[in-house]
């Protein structure tokens, strides 16, 4: 299977501390893959290395065989690597359509933020925007469209999670990095999501996506990185991660192991 990604030896020290040690993995194409592990253990640095946000200590990031690795975030966005953030980051006064539509705007060369300034040439491209901002809400999430026109910051915090992620897809990403979009979702919320990143990926979009809820992770995955301390302690199907005897003790516990037999 083709490799979107390969992440070789990566690793990243702050000072005296290894936030992440040596971590080598591959992303097939069109595939879901988890990151789990304690808190701390480096899953959002790794993201962060991936998206541009952290320059590596050591080792490489291969995007489609081309090195990434210290590159700026939005020549990564723009080369086709959407991510979200942890703390939800939305223009909270802008409309759920807006909001997309300004993640649009990298891909288009700033045109709504333009029209927002009143820039009169624009305008006209605003309503092309509008449209496909639209077109996105609807493939992504029936939920958001119903609420195109609704104040971000209105918004339950799962569909600001959720929006997040549409605004992501704005930019048309080949890789979409996920870090922890089930955080603070209930049981049904987490079931829609699952529906919703399914999807995503049935439409070939390649998924990582950084997770404690384990329900999220078990529903879509195709395979699961653990890591432990900064390094990768495990690579494999999470049906197989969640039994391994490491795992269990480093991030898991027994429910998991148990819930098997
Ligand atoms: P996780 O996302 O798995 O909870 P992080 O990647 O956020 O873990 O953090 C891994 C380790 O790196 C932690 O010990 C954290 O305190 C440290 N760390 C992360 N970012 C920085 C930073 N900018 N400066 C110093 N230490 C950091
Ligand atoms: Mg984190």
Same mark, same amino acid.
């Not at 701390?40 to 946000?53: A, E, F, Q, R, Y």
């Not at 802008?94 to 927002?116: C, I, K, P, T």
């Not at 990403?173 to 979702?185: F, K, N, T």
């Given at each position: 299977?083709?490799?979107?990604?390969?992440?070789?030896?990566?690793?990243?020290?702050?000072?005296?501390?290894?936030?992440?040690?040596?971590?080598?993995?591959?992303?097939?194409?069109?595939?879901?893959?988890?990151?789990?592990?304690?808190?701390?253990?480096?899953?959002?640095?790794?993201?962060?290395?991936?998206?541009?946000?952290?320059?590596?200590?050591?080792? %490489?990031?291969?995007?489609?065989?081309?090195?990434? =690795?210290?590159?700026?975030?939005? #020549? @990564? +966005? $723009?080369?086709?690597?959407? /991510?979200?953030?942890?703390?939800?980051?939305?223009?909270?006064?802008?409309?759920?359509?807006?909001?997309?539509?300004?993640?649009?705007?990298?891909?288009?060369?700033?045109?709504?933020?333009?029209?927002?300034?009143?820039?009169?040439?624009?305008?006209?491209?605003?309503?092309?925007?509008?449209?496909?901002?639209?077109?996105?809400?609807?493939?992504?999430?029936?939920?958001?469209?119903?609420?195109? %026109?609704?104040?971000?910051?209105?918004?339950?915090? =799962?569909?600001?999670?959720?929006? #997040? @992620? +549409? $605004?992501?897809?704005?930019? /048309?990403?080949?890789?979409?990095?996920?870090?922890?979009?089930?955080?603070?979702?209930?049981?049904?919320?987490?079931?829609?999501?699952?529906?919703?990143?399914?999807?995503?990926?049935?439409?070939?979009?390649?998924?990582?996506?950084?997770?404690?809820?384990?329900?999220?992770?078990?529903?879509?995955?195709?395979?699961?990185?653990?890591?432990?301390?900064?390094?990768?302690?495990?690579?494999?199907?999470?049906?197989?991660?969640?039994?391994?005897?490491?795992?269990?003790?480093?991030?898991?516990?027994?429910?998991?192991?148990?819930?098997?037999?």
């Amino acid at each position: 299977m083709t490799s979107i990604l390969s992440v070789r030896n990566l690793a990243k020290h702050f000072d005296g501390l290894v936030a992440v040690d040596d971590v080598s993995f591959d992303v097939p194409a069109g595939s879901i893959v988890g990151i789990i592990g304690p808190n701390g253990s480096g899953k959002t640095t790794l993201i962060n290395m991936i998206t541009g946000v952290y320059v590596p200590s050591a080792g %490489d990031i291969l995007f489609d065989g081309q090195s990434v =690795a210290g590159r700026k975030s939005f #020549e @990564i +966005a $723009r080369i086709g690597i959407a /991510r979200t953030f942890q703390n939800i980051r939305l223009f909270d006064e802008l409309s759920v359509l807006e909001n997309v539509m300004v993640g649009a705007d990298a891909a288009r060369g700033g045109a709504y933020f333009s029209a927002l300034l009143g820039l009169g040439a624009e305008l006209r491209r605003e309503a092309d925007a509008a449209r496909d901002a639209m077109a996105l809400l609807a493939a992504f999430s029936d939920d958001l469209v119903r609420r195109a %026109d609704v104040q971000a910051g209105t918004l339950p915090y =799962a569909d600001k999670r959720r929006l #997040e @992620i +549409a $605004r992501a897809l704005a930019l /048309r990403p080949r890789l979409l990095l996920l870090d922890e979009p089930a955080a603070g979702m209930s049981p049904d919320e987490i079931r829609t999501l699952v529906r919703e990143i399914k999807g995503l990926a049935v439409g070939g979009l390649t998924v990582i996506l950084v997770e404690h809820k384990m329900r999220l992770i078990e529903g879509v995955t195709d395979s699961v990185i653990v890591l432990d301390h900064g390094k990768k302690i495990a690579d494999a199907p999470f049906d197989q991660v969640r039994r391994q005897k490491n795992v269990i003790e480093a991030y898991l516990g027994r429910s998991y192991a148990d819930a098997q037999s």
